[in-house]
C-alpha cells in the first residue's frame, strides 16, 4: 500500500523507513508492557461493573479524584479507556515477544493491581449501599 493510502504523516513514514516502527514506538521493554497491560485490564473491571450495574463509583474523574463517587457514564468511559490501553499494551508486547515469556509479567501486574484496587476502593466502599 502506498504511503499516502495510510494517512500517515511524512515524519512518521520517514522514521519507520529510517528505523521501522520501533523507532516511532518509544521502545519499552515487552515485560514491563504485559505487565502494564495486565494491571489495566484488572483496573478496567470494578469500573465497567459499576457502570453496567448503574451505580456510582470513585474515578479519578470524580471530586476529589479518586475519592468522591462518579456517575456510571464516567465510570463506563474510565473503563473504556483502561480497557483499551490493556489491548494496545498488550498488542505492542505480543509483537516484540513470544506469548509464553509474557504471562508471568501479565498476571503480576493484574495481582498487584487487584491487591491495590482492593486496598484502595475496600475502605471507601465499606459503608455505602
Not at 469500573?47 to 479519578?60: D, E, L, Q, V, W
Not at 464516567?74 to 494496545?88: C, K, Q
Amino acid at each position: 500500500m502506498p504511503p499516502e493510502a495510510t494517512g500517515a504523516s511524512s515524519s512518521a513514514r520517514a522514521a519507520r523507513a529510517a528505523g521501522g516502527h520501533d523507532a516511532v514506538i518509544p521502545r519499552i521493554s515487552p515485560a514491563a508492557l504485559a505487565t502494564l497491560a495486565g494491571a489495566l485490564a484488572v483496573n478496567a473491571l470494578p469500573h465497567g461493573t459499576a457502570a453496567a450495574r448503574g451505580r456510582p463509583f470513585p474515578s479519578p474523574f470524580a471530586d476529589p479524584p479518586g475519592r468522591g463517587m462518579s456517575p456510571p457514564a464516567h465510570n463506563a468511559a474510565w473503563s473504556a479507556i483502561n480497557a483499551a490501553g490493556a489491548v494496545a499494551c498488550g498488542a505492542l508486547a505480543l509483537r516484540r515477544d513470544d506469548a509464553r515469556d509474557l504471562a508471568v509479567p501479565a498476571a503480576a501486574g493484574a495481582a498487584v493491581m487487584a491487591v491495590v484496587v482492593a486496598a484502595w476502593f475496600g475502605p471507601l466502599l465499606r459503608h455505602r449501599p
